[in-house]
């Protein structure tokens, strides 16, 4: 989707070529992590749960009121020619409610919106997943090189004694220049350890994602540097009108609709029927009792269940509007960012890393013979490093903002460069 299966580290200039590395035999690729958050992510088996209530609240709409079956004994158990069950008269009925007005049909059918919101509500949870597993790993996978680059940057410095004591021995430099090299690795390990743990967050993050509750992989592996320019916004935007978010609209209007019908309906009596066998014990006799029951709606109408149903069905467009207005206000940052991102990278990759990597060269041959000094060494060492990241940060940027354009339009963005992503 977002990232090839590839290097895990980066590629493209001499810095970077000297830091690559295998990956790890277990490493894990990006279709590995979206398969296992998907199987395995809380929130999604959450929404699937939600689907099934959804759909035993629609196999309850239909559900035809139960018929009531009744026993009644009069006149027994009193005195006089009432003692006992002498004159008793028993009786035996069924009664059936029978709904009137369509009711059933209007719970079936905010039954089956209903069912139908929770499906839309199940594929938004999995987009956002997606999405958000697809930046835990580009997060993941930019950690990792920036540790890398800091293995690079020391291993440099500490390369640098030798030669130093041979220049302090010979007179062409300071005493002073072995501590200021020493300073130099000290701080690029400072600055490696904070990336260790950067990483290690990293990595708990996208195993939480993964439904973990602790890291069971030993690192990522994905190429970083795969990128292009992605569709004019004006494109992409038609796309956000099939996010599962504004599709589940649909069906809550649907829903609400029906909930409105289901309220105006209310006001409209059911009637109750029953039929039944009586039983005359003095004299022997039977009879068929028959009897109707209808509610006269005179003090309650449902005006207030009315009214709040059409309110509730009256705000639907707005509530969309809304959700629409943020994911295209969200479409749109991750756009510009890219863009952003795709300048930055550009200029990187076609001046400041080839101009660094070409200085770092001249200076560090220069240095050995002399011509330049350990400042200018040092200076031109950090500088590489510092354009090695600030690339980093870029493709990190680019990613993360490729992975929420993704996650908003529900589809692999097409890019100009290196077709679909």
Known sequence: MLI??????LAGNAFAQSTKRAAPARSLT??????????????????ERDLGVALGRQVQAGAIPNPELSIELDNSFGSGAYRGTRSAESTVQLS?????????GARIAAGAAGYDAAHWERSAVRLEIVS????????????QRRVQIFDVQIERLQQLTPLLQKRIDAGASSPADIARAEVAADLARADRARAKVSVATARRELAALMGKTAPDFPAVSGDLLRVGRP?????????????????????VRAQRNAELLSARLKSVPDVRVGVGW????????NAVRLNVAIP???????????LEARESLAKTDAE???NRTALIRLLGRAHDTIGGALEEISILQRSAIPKSRQALETIESGYAQGRFTLLDLLDVQSAAAQAALRELDALVIFHTAVATMEGLTGSPLTLSRGGVR
């Open 96 to 104: 059936q409610l029978i709904e009137l007005g369509g009711k059933r």
């Open 30 to 47: 990006l279709t590995d992590a979206l398969q296992r958050a998907l199987a395995a992510n809380p929130r999604l088996t959450a929404a």
């Open 296 to 306: 006269l709606p005179v003090w309650d109408q449902n005006q207030g269940g009315i």
């Open 231 to 251: 569709p004019a916004f004006q494109t992409v935007l038609g796309a956000v009108e099939a996010n599962p978010q504004l599709m589940r609209w649909t069906a």
């Open 132 to 143: 958000e597993t697809a930046v835990a790993f580009v997060n993941l996978l930019g950690a």
């Open 4 to 9: 090839a299966s590839g290097s895990a580290g």
């Open 278 to 285: 009586r039983n005359f014990q003095d004299s022997g006799d």
């Open 320 to 322: 969309r509007a809304i």
